[in-house]
């Protein structure tokens, strides 16, 4: 595998995901936009700058949208628009109390207790609050008093093997052994600065691990990444064609990364294709094609059943490695997943 080059504008683009990172840790779900009554635009955005501007570029602008009611007694919701100096923008919802002087960055979730499944467990059930990176894990008291996040495990259950069930692998970008000891899935996103740092690394951990892993490529390109989609499906249509092309593909958009613009993107992705010599007749009609956009969805729902929300995220033999390209932690799993083969071999 070509080694990944780093430009100028792929540095930029990751300290862009960075800042979407902490930004999304605080403002979780979206927000419809109403009216505001009686409430100064440019108090909120004062508070805005001078609670969250240390952790934003210099330059950048906000701009506080007025609305109205929530489900949360007290309070109306709005949202920020934030603009980068990179011509990027985003909108975070909030909560303000109608009298102007609470706020609360994000916006209420909805939790229908009667659509929360049973546990086994007499008087909890659990389920999920969906967020923008993904699914919240919830358990919910009988009594319907107590929230907790988190999971309730089952120490009857393998897991990792509850996991690695989730996953499905027909069908999917892989390369390796196909009768190796262990297997990683990737979720990723040809956009993010983290994921092409991750293709690096990967490329030498097979060579290390070599007959021994077997690795497969999942789709998930993050809303706030432009031409990620785009990307996503046009990898999916040249792997249609040939799995060794879909890496061809993969190393070369990695590598051009700062340099694809949003308003050509497809075009770049379709130059790429047709130097890797695949019809583009059916490319093209692949790419056109809802089913293809079905398919990258398929993933990303795929990855958020399992926890996934953000990229690069790794899971090896059913373990969930995620915070970025964490290749010193993969090889950890590998390591040891491949001793307990290796011991229960041996027996």
């Known amino acids: 595998m070509r080694k990944v080059v780093f430009a100028r ?3 930029e683009s990751v300290f862009a995901t960075a800042v979407s990172a902490i ?8 927000a419809s936009l109403f009216a505001l009554d009686n409430i100064d635009p440019g108090k909120l955005e004062y508070h805005f700058k001078n609670r969250y501007g240390v952790y934003l570029p210099a330059g950048f602008t906000v701009k506080a949208v007025k609305g109205e009611g929530s489900e949360m007694k007290g309070f109306k919701q709005g949202k920020y628009e934030v603009g980068f100096p990179d011509g990027k923008s985003r909108s975070f919802p ?3 109390s109608r009298d102007g002087r609470f706020l609360i960055m994000g916006n209420v979730p909805i939790v229908k207790v009667n659509e929360m499944e049973e546990t086994g467990v007499p008087g909890v059930r659990q389920g999920f609050i969906a967020s923008e990176g993904g699914q919240v894990p919830i358990l919910v008291s009988g009594d319907r008093k107590t929230i907790m996040v988190g999971r309730l495990e089952n120490l009857d259950k393998d897991p990792a093997a509850e996991t690695a069930r989730k996953i499905s692998l027909e069908n999917v970008p892989s390369k390796g052994d ?4 262990v297997t990683v899935v990737e979720y990723s996103d040809f956009q993010c600065g983290y994921c092409a740092r991750a293709a690096n690394e990967v490329a030498d951990l097979l060579k290390d691990y070599q007959g021994k892993v077997r690795f497969f490529y999942k789709q998930f390109p993050l809303s706030f990444h432009k031409w990620a989609e785009e990307a996503s499906i ?3 249509c ?3 064609q040939a799995n060794e092309k879909f890496w061809d593909i993969h190393d070369t958009i990695f590598e051009k990364q700062g340099e694809i613009k949003v308003a050509d993107a497809r075009e770049t992705f379709a130059g790429m294709a047709r130097k890797l010599g695949v019809d583009m007749k059916k490319y093209d009609q692949c790419v056109n094609s809802e089913e293809t956009k079905r398919r990258v969805a398929s993933d990303m729902d795929e990855g958020k059943s399992i926890g996934v929300s953000g990229t690069p995220t790794f899971v090896v033999d059913g373990f969930v490695i995620s915070g970025g390209a964490n290749i010193k ?3 950890n799993a590998l390591d040891y ?4 083969k290796s011991e229960s071999s041996g027996k």
């Open 9 to 11: 504008k792929a540095r």
């Open 238 to 240: 040249v792997y249609d």
């Open 337 to 340: 997943r491949l001793s307990l």
């Open 329 to 331: 932690a993969i090889r």
């Open 94 to 96: 909030f909560l303000i």
């Open 178 to 181: 196909p009768n190796a000891q």
């Open 23 to 30: 930004l999304a840790a605080v403002f979780l779900f979206p």
């Open 234 to 236: 046009a990898s999916l």
